[in-house]
């Protein structure tokens, strides 16, 4: 493969030019003890309290001045929120829209082609339904169809050529996303360096921006860290096409979650047109937390679900605004995605049902079995796809030539769904074809085959169906093409369900398909509440959410039993992301019973990273050494303790640090007094004792939003070490293993 052009470095391309993007309102603080803080650098945590003031004193300018046209300001400041949530919700729509019927008529093209349109897909085809027009159900005309081949070999041969070009293509266009992150963790940091060649620097790793369903790192953004290019343009296209031909060549992923990330990059966009957003991390994520909402609400036409999916699995910071502002964007979304009808049926829900008929409470007993085995669905491909991720992907031919990883996937998928009728189609047209109420729809091949007495080689299919799927998605998973992981576990809930159907009489098998596919997901994705409500917007069966909701739970408890984390929590881990989650993190640490001293730096560390401000100005060497030092442990959110008698007087980060000595202020430097560096010196950093319970720093981070922590001792309150977030999440990660 090409070597990397872009290395990986701690210098952010961004301080070339703060020199002029500093904003009044950071300028404001740089006379106050929060200090002055420049745009955060690539693999940053952002600072939370201090976004908090730095926008608190944008509020106080904008309003403290008179006259109509600064009122007219104020209220279109106020405005702008719910101005950039429509607006995301359309283009995200709109974006939508493209995706699905290009991706309708690229899957169709492995089986055959509509001869009066090679650009219409076989539904159009077949029947007067089409996009962007109001639906007339004018009945079954497939004389425009043709398929490549009526010979069964002739036609496989055809479908799987078409699979593994259209997965090379997706791959290969995913590989022009390549990035080079620094290092995201205390590595090498604590070590002596002692190499005779020279500093070597941290070396970082590379990170493909469109692979996978962007999710973990969508989580990793909202929780505080940056990510550089990850919400970029070119990356939304390449997201958005690349889902496109990954999805066609029918493999088990999905296109609901490159449409989160697909959201949430439109997010981006949008609020880079407002500086309000644009100069403010903290302000910029409740947007982005707002336009995930709507990526869901697409993916499945259902608005609320959307909301509460941001809300219970996405989100780390959700306060009430963000709530309605998310509330506005899903419901903008799904109405311009109604609009535009890409399914042509004129309706938001995708999976329309009406089984017409009830449960009874002797039914609770199978609801309870869909949910145990859904649990263990759930549990054992979270452990086989994280083995998997560890092991087979490590090897240096499927590690260093990713495309290669997907032809071989593709490969096998085809050779084990394409003799199965029932997972031939694409993913979201099996959960549609097992959630049929065979007294409404006669024709359909499922119904066929549940005529007349048990069909063993149906059955057969179905259960043939679930084991391939939870083999497939465990090794699909994790390829390097966006896809997501909600359509395919639907898949293998809705053929298990419908295979336990079987057994069960006076009752449509439709109805534990579609409970069975709730269970399933559950199991992967850990979800509840926001996964209750996707599954009845996108059936529009109210009358049973009391089922939904016991497979659900049942399949969290038996999941949570074999492994805590979820799909994305695992994925993180794969990924290397530095993520905190406040639930888990509590719960380990309470597990050690640990104090803050456990996470205090070695001596050497200590001493690398703290100045003494006793005599006044500070040597211009000492802190370009110190400045080396950092760079040499290639952190990025570390910086330098300022210290008098011992006592801390101030944190000095060392973005602002690096950009200071770039000034050229002279061979003595002021951190404290009038000028040089004390306009960007933190003298209001936040404590904690050395012997405060660990629950403390977990708390105070993961609900602060705090960059670092000082530590001091008991009853002296001497500085002894700091804190920096990463260090928290590493050792928060061993404990773990």
């Not at 500093?22 to 201090?50: C, F, M, S």
């Not at 070999?153 to 070009?165: D, K, M, R």
């Not at 608005?303 to 910071?317: D, N, Q, R």
Request: charged share 20%; hydrophobic share 45%.
């Amino acid at each position: 493969m090409l070597p990397d052009v872009e290395q990986a470095t701690e210098r952010a391309p961004l301080l070339r030019s703060t020199a002029v993007d500093r904003r009044k309102e950071e300028q404001a603080l740089a006379d106050t003890p929060v200090g002055e803080r420049l745009p955060y650098n690539d693999y940053t945590t952002i600072d939370w309290l201090h976004d908090l003031v730095k926008d608190s004193f944008r509020y106080r300018t904008l309003r403290s001045k008179r006259g109509i046209k600064n009122r007219a300001l104020a209220i279109f400041d106020a405005s702008q929120g719910w101005i950039a949530a429509a607006l995301i919700g359309l283009i995200t729509a709109g974006v939508a829209f493209l995706v699905d019927v290009t991706e309708a008529t690229v899957s169709d093209w492995k089986l055959g082609y509509c001869s009066g349109s090679v650009f219409s897909n076989r539904d159009t085809c077949c029947t007067s339904r089409a996009p962007l027009m109001p639906r007339d159900d004018a009945g079954e005309n497939c004389e425009k169809w043709t398929e490549w081949s009526s010979d069964y070999w002739g036609a496989f041969g055809i479908y799987l050529g078409f699979a593994l070009a259209f997965g090379t293509f997706s791959s290969g266009i995913t590989m022009l996303t390549k990035r080079s992150l620094p290092a995201a963790a205390p590595g090498q940091g604590d070590k002596p360096h002692e190499s005779k060649g020279g500093d070597q620097g941290v070396v970082g790793k590379s990170m493909y921006m469109a692979a996978g369903s962007g999710i973990p790192e969508i989580k990793t953004v909202l929780s505080g860290f940056v990510i550089p290019h990850f919400l970029d343009f070119k990356v939304l296209v390449v997201k958005a096409v690349g889902a496109v031909f990954a999805v066609a060549t029918g493999m088990c992923l999905g296109k609901e979650g490159p449409f989160v990330h697909i959201s949430t990059c439109v997010g981006w966009l949008v609020g880079n047109q407002f500086p309000k957003y644009r100069e403010n991390g903290r302000k910029m994520r409740e947007l982005l937390s707002a336009a995930c909402s709507s990526g869901l609400s697409v993916a499945f036409g259902a608005p609320i679900g959307g909301v509460l999916f941001s809300y219970e699995e996405i989100s780390t910071y959700f306060p009430r605004p963000v709530l309605w502002r998310a509330f506005l964007c899903s419901l903008i979304a799904a109405m311009t995605l109604k609009a535009l009808n890409p399914t042509g049926t004129g309706k938001l829900v995708l999976f329309e049902t009406k089984y017409g008929t009830s449960y009874d409470a002797v039914h609770y007993l199978v609801f309870v079995l869909l949910g145990i085995v859904g649990g263990l669905f759930g549990g054992t491909f979270c452990r086989a796809n994280y083995t998997w991720s560890k092991s087979f992907r490590k090897f240096a031919i499927i590690k260093d030539h990713p495309v290669f990883e997907v032809f071989l996937v593709v490969l096998v998928t085809t050779l084990l769904q394409y003799p199965n009728p029932l997972t031939r189609e694409p993913g979201d047209v099996i959960i549609k074809n097992l959630l049929v109420d065979c007294r409404h729809s006669k024709d359909a091949w499922v119904c066929q085959m549940e005529e007349g007495d048990r069909n063993w080689g149906y059955i057969g299919w179905l259960a043939y169906g679930t084991v391939v799927k939870l083999v497939l998605t465990t090794i699909t998973f994790g390829c390097k093409v966006p896809s997501g992981i909600i359509i395919p576990a639907l898949d293998a809930g809705s053929l298990f369900g419908r295979l336990i159907g079987q057994w069960i009489p006076s009752i449509s098998p439709g109805i534990f398909a579609m409970v069975g596919a709730a269970a399933f997901l559950a199991g992967v994705s850990r979800m509840t509440i926001s996964l209750c409500v996707i599954m009845f917007e996108l059936t529009g069966e109210l009358e049973y959410i009391v089922p939904h909701m016991i497979a659900i739970l049942v399949a969290k408890w038996v999941a949570d039993a074999m492994s805590e984390e979820g799909v994305y929590d695992l994925a993180q881990s794969v990924l290397g992301h530095p993520f905190l989650d406040l639930d888990h993190a509590v719960r380990l640490a309470r597990e050690d019973s640990a104090l803050a001293e456990a996470l205090i730096p070695p001596e050497q560390t200590m001493r690398e990273i703290t100045v003494d401000v006793s005599h006044g100005p500070v040597p211009r060497r000492l802190l370009e050494e110190k400045l080396e030092q950092l760079k040499r442990r290639g952190l990025l959110d570390a910086g330098l303790v300022l210290v008098k008698d011992g006592m801390l007087q101030g944190y000095l980060a060392e973005g602002e640090l690096e950009f200071g000595l770039e000034l050229g202020l002279g061979e003595e430097i002021e951190l404290l007094g009038e000028g040089g560096l004390s306009s960007f010196v933190d003298r209001t950093p936040l404590t904690i004792s050395a012997n405060a319970p660990m629950e403390y720093v977990v708390e105070m981070f993961g609900k602060l939003g705090l960059r670092h922590l000082c530590v001091t001792e008991e009853g002296t309150s001497r500085l002894v070490g700091v804190i920096i977030k990463k260090r928290l999440v590493m050792w928060l990660e061993g404990l773990k293993k």
